[in-house]
Structure formats: structure tokens, C-alpha cells
């Protein structure tokens, strides 16, 4: 795998010891690692939207949400890391399991819980954050109904979640704007008295993080990702639709880097490896050919 700086970390001031509290990531061109036109057993040609994709911390498995069939599709890269190799499918959720087309999915890092975000991107409303069970880890075919864990009350046109790397932490992120940079966004931090249960959840702790960005205005959300390798050894990503990406502290106090609005969504990342999927599209509509990039973000 190649070395490519796909965002640069500038740190101002000092050499060695422990680095200062703000962090600026330059971004400095596309620079991908690798590209890969995916089958449309995993992306249907005649859907037109880009919704969520999930790549394990192997790099191997990916699962794309199929708003044509309205599930859930998985396949396998031939090789870990190098979306160049082939995908080739594997199974796909059942039938009638979605009656929404999810803003956000991700896994239990074992395989055997199915997480899946659903929030109005036209209309502001509640936030609905939903767990399965898979009797076979990995295979999206075994999962069981969707049972709806939390609803959130905060009214907002698109939201994010993650759940922390022990996952005894569950943050869900909402916006009240999705298609403007005067967003207030939320942080709702839930604690799982079961790891990795959302239907553990006790009552949230809700803070508005609109002031941690470091520019004058707060970007679209997009995506959300944890990464416990980043930096300071304790992260999370959020990614705008304009191009911001900021990196906050776990607690989400305070704000350690951020882009400078190159105009890129990320909405898969690999918290081992620190690598960002970004899925797009190419072709006319009713054809289109659905592709997945890896960058790489050398923290």
C-alpha cells in the first residue's frame, strides 16, 4: 500500500514532546490510493443516490445499502485494503427489513449486532437509531427484524452516529440543516450498561458543539467515524458535505484538527487502519456505474 498524503497534519509551534491542543489538516489534492467499479449486485446501476457503505476493520468485507431493493448488500474485496481487487458478492439482507433508506449503518466489530440510522433529509423531525441481531457473524442475510432503540426528540435534517471502541459509549450527532453551513449540531452521548447494546441505553447527555468547529461556519454532516488511532489516540471524525472534517477528543470538548473545505464526504472509514471510502457515481442516469475510493489519511 502506498504512502499517499491524502490530508496533511500541519502542527504549529515546538518539536517533540506533547503536541499543542489545535491541529490543522491541509488538505493537499485527491491523491487516491485506489479506485473500484463495484458490481451491481452491490449498487444497483439505476440507483441514483449515494447512501451509506461499511467496510470492516479487516478491509475486506463491504455492505451498501440497495435503495432499488431497500436492503442491505454485502460482498468481499479479494484483497484486504486494495479496493482495486474484485468484489464479489456475497448475500444480502432479507426482504422487507428496511421501510426507510438508512442515513447511517455499522457493525458490532464481532459481526453479530447490525446498527442502522434513519433521520428526514427534507423535513425536520426526530432521529431513529435501530439494532439487529445476526445469528451468523458477517452474513447481513441471518440478521433479524430492525427493533427501534432510540429516538431522538431534538428536531434536525440530518444526523450521524458511532459507538466508542470499548462500546460501552454511543454518540448520535444531529443537525438542524443539511444543505447550509448554519447548522447547529448536537452531540447526544448515551452510556450501554451492555457493551455494544444500544437497547442499554440510559438517558443522554446533550451538548451543542456548533462552537468547536474553527471556522465561522458549522458544516453539513455527513458521516461520523471513530477513530482510536488518530492523533492523540482518541477520536472522531465528522465529515461535511462542503468539504469540512474535523477531528474532536472522545468527550467531544474540544476540537483537535480540521480541513479546509476541499469539498469531500466521507462515508465509510476504517478506524484500524485509518483509511476513508468515499463512494460515487459515474454514467447517466438509469446507468450508472458505482465506484468506491480509498484515500488514505496518513494522520
Known amino acids: 500500500m502506498s504512502n499517499i498524503n491524502f490530508f496533511r497534519v500541519l502542527q504549529s509551534g515546538g518539536v ?161 440543516e443539511r444543505s447550509s453551513t448554519n447548522s447547529t449540531v448536537k452531540s447526544h452521548k448515551y452510556t450501554l450498561s451492555t457493551a455494544w447494546d444500544i437497547s442499554t441505553a440510559g438517558s443522554p447527555t446533550v451538548s451543542n458543539i456548533s462552537s468547536l468547529w474553527a471556522v465561522e461556519t458549522v458544516p453539513v454532516i455527513t458521516a461520523l467515524d471513530f477513530y482510536p488511532n488518530a492523533v492523540d489516540g482518541n477520536n472522531i471524525l465528522i465529515t461535511g458535505g462542503n468539504g469540512f472534517i474535523v477531528a474532536f477528543n472522545n468527550d467531544l470538548t474540544t476540537s483537535n484538527f480540521q480541513s479546509d473545505a476541499a469539498g469531500y464526504s466521507i462515508y465509510a472509514a476504517s478506524s484500524e487502519n485509518l483509511y476513508a471510502f468515499q463512494s460515487y457515481r459515474t454514467g447517466a442516469v438509469g446507468n450508472f456505474n458505482w465506484n468506491m475510493r480509498l484515500f488514505d489519511l496518513n494522520f
Open 16 to 176: 517533540g514532546g506533547t503536541p499543542p491542543p489545535t491541529w490543522e489538516v491541509g488538505d493537499v489534492s485527491t491523491n487516491i490510493i485506489g479506485t473500484n467499479n463495484l458490481p451491481t449486485s452491490i449498487i444497483p446501476s439505476t440507483q441514483g443516490t449515494r447512501y451509506p457503505t461499511f467496510i470492516d476493520a479487516s478491509g475486506i468485507k463491504l455492505y451498501a445499502y440497495d435503495s432499488i431493493n431497500s436492503k442491505i448488500n454485502h460482498g468481499n474485496f479479494a484483497t484486504s485494503w486494495n479496493v482495486n481487487s474484485t468484489v464479489t458478492y456475497q448475500e444480502s439482507s432479507p426482504s422487507g427489513r428496511f421501510n426507510f433508506n438508512p442515513e447511517g449503518i455499522g457493525f458490532k466489530p464481532d459481526g453479530t449486532k447490525f446498527y442502522a440510522l434513519k433521520q428526514s433529509q427534507v423535513t425536520a423531525g426526530d432521529t431513529f437509531l435501530y439494532q439487529s441481531t445476526l445469528s451468523t457473524a458477517w452474513d447481513i442475510s441471518t440478521m433479524s427484524t430492525l427493533s427501534l432503540e432510540i429516538q431522538e426528540s431534538d428536531s434536525a435534517k440530518c444526523a450521524a452516529f458511532t459507538l466508542s471502541s470499548d462500546g460501552l459509549t454511543l454518540w448520535v450527532i444531529t443537525g438542524t
